[in-house]
């Protein structure tokens, strides 16, 4: 059996090849023992696996090959930067750097490990065993920045180291940012346009951009970011909302974590890469022979309105389409569903397309409630009537609806009038006859329902995974969810209202999708 996930290692672009390292433990379904395996594609969505790419092999990694990125030098040569365990009794932690052995081998087959390892130790003071995941370096001015994730008392730390050769890192004065949080791990630093959806290369510094600083919080094992100014000069970040580091934004308000960005220079967009991880157990998961997959890979951008970012799976998916239906108008009246049929939908693309007539008897919101959606939406889940809504699509359901899970909207009213509009994944059906964590899952939606009177969804389903995107991707829900009897042809898709108010479906197009290929040999 083995484990295999993301936890925040380095995606790349290289001579035709999209390269995906990743932790791996090739001797068992837990977290020791992990190694940085390589896979390739040509799309993002087929993978072929190569192998090894990284174990240990020198004094400064002899005990653990941890997390880290992948840079492009500016001649063009891949870096790969990690955190390497030396010490048998601590975690002692001290980054790495490992170069192609031939950078003309587009699939980047073999690495090794300059003799200057390792490039970055703590300094005196610094808790060593809270020291890791380098992120991709920037290059700016004539040096090199990189950051490291840290945590000093209870605050987590983006320490910001600089060098002119990639080799020789000196840290600067003072950490990049800083936050009440704990540790940061799985760092990641960069820009974006401020109008436009063209990704940037990491480099990339001007007035037209924003920055977004996100971080893996090691103990909620969610991710989150901001968005703000980045001051090369006295190396400082600056967000825009400065409440933004207590309410801060999350990338998927799901089972979603360890996740880095790439820029794709093929496209011209920013990719960001993320690990599911198991909500099963670990019998299971060593029966499976995986602990772990990754989300389709999703394009990233920053709203018009500048204050999050939009995230959208990316187009090579609609590749996998096969057969498709769709419905158009169709009002569904309330306490009522109906069935999408045509289709297999155990492995499916879904987009649909809602009309709310009337927000009137939407319920009025409680601001307890703000910095919680998952406790409102336990509270109000999908079986609970509404006024509008809940509204939206199960998914993975039995013929008689006893086994469901349910991606839906609920739209409230605040004390102006205002809509407030909730996204959830209510898996609480899903799996019958198991004891697994069944979380709910649930954030608020950035939405001009009010003024347009629609909302979209879109959700992938896949056996054992629900990823949706609400509003066209301000929301994201990724869930985990192992039905017992919505299994392959026994698996059925339903489109629901549980409110007060008619909600129409204006268009809803269902697609069946085909595999992708995994784990082919290169």
């Known amino acids: 059996s083995v484990h295999v996930d993301n936890f925040g290692t380095g995606p790349l672009y290289y001579k035709g090849w999209y390269h995906l390292f990743y932790q791996y433990n090739p001797k068992g379904a ?16 087929n993978w072929n696996v190569l192998g090894l790419a990284l174990e240990p092999s020198i004094r400064s ?55 200057y390892n390792p490039i970055i130790v703590p300094d005196s003071g610094m808790n060593v065993t809270q020291f890791r995941d380098p992120s991709t370096a920037w290059h700016i001015d004539g040096q090199w920045r990189i950051l490291v994730g840290g945590e000093k008392g209870s605050h987590g730390q983006a320490y910001v180291y600089r060098s002119t050769d990639f080799k020789h890192w000196v840290r600067a004065k003072h950490p990049l940012h800083s936050a009440t949080s704990g540790m940061w791990e799985c760092l990641d630093f960069f820009p974006v346009l ?14 037209r951009v924003k920055y977004v600083l996100k971080s893996s919080l090691e103990k909620a094992r969610y991710d989150y970011y901001t968005i703000g100014t980045y001051n090369s000069r006295t190396e400082r970040y600056v967000p825009d909302d400065l409440n933004g580091d207590y309410h801060r934004l999350r990338y998927d308000y799901g089972k979603f974590y360890a996740s880095k960005t790439f820029f794709d220079p093929a496209r011209q967009r920013r990719v960001l890469v993320g690990w599911a991880n198991e909500s099963d157990t670990v019998p299971d998961d060593i029966a499976k022979g995986w602990s772990g997959i990754h989300a389709i890979p999703r394009k990233i951008w920053l709203d018009p309105g500048g204050k999050q970012l939009v995230q959208w799976p990316i187009e090579e ?33 879904v987009e649909v397309s809602f009309e709310i007539p009337s927000l009137e008897r939407a319920e009025p919101f409680d601001h307890a409630f703000s910095n919680d959606a998952p406790k409102l939406c336990r509270m109000k889940g999908a079986d609970n009537k509404g006024g509008v809504g809940p509204f939206g699509l199960w998914v993975l359901a039995s013929a008689n609806l006893e086994e469901k899970t ?13 809509p407030v509009v909730l996204m959830c994944t209510d898996p609480s059906k ?35 995974v629900v990823e949706s995107f609400g509003a066209g991707g301000k929301t994201c829900i990724i869930s985990r969810v192992y039905p017992s009897i919505a299994i392959g042809q026994n698996a059925h898709l339903y489109v629901f209202n549980n409110g007060d108010v008619d909600v129409k479906v204006s268009r809803l197009k269902a697609w069946e999708m085909e595999s992708s290929k995994m784990n082919n040999s290169a």
Do not use: C
Not at 406 to 416: S, W
């Open 30 to 45: 837990d977290w020791v023992n992990t190694l940085w395996a390589h896979s390739v594609s040509r799309d993002l969505i």
């Open 194 to 207: 401020i109008q436009g959806q063209k990704g940037l290369d990491t480099s990339e510094h001007s007035g």
């Open 430 to 464: 899903s799996s019958l006859g198991r004891d697994l964590d069944k979380p709910t899952y649930a954030g608020f939606v950035n939405s001009n329902v009010s003024s347009s009177g629609k909302i979209s969804l879109r959700s992938l389903i896949d056996h054992s």
């Open 406 to 418: 349910a991606v839906f909207f609920r739209i409230f009213k605040d004390g102006h009038g205002k």
């Open 317 to 349: 998916v609609e590749q996998l389409r096969r057969k498709s239906v769709s419905v158009t108008n169709k009002v569904v009246k309330p306490r009522n569903h109906f069935e999408v049929k045509g289709l297999e939908t155990y492995q499916a693309d």
């Open 61 to 115: 990694d002899q005990y653990g090959v941890w997390s880290g990125s992948a840079t492009i030098l500016l001649d063009g040569t891949p870096v790969l930067v990690y955190t390497g365990i030396n010490r048998p009794d601590t975690p002692y932690q001290v980054q790495n750097v490992a170069i192609p052995k031939n950078k003309s081998d587009p699939l980047l087959r073999e690495w090794v490990k300059p003799d």
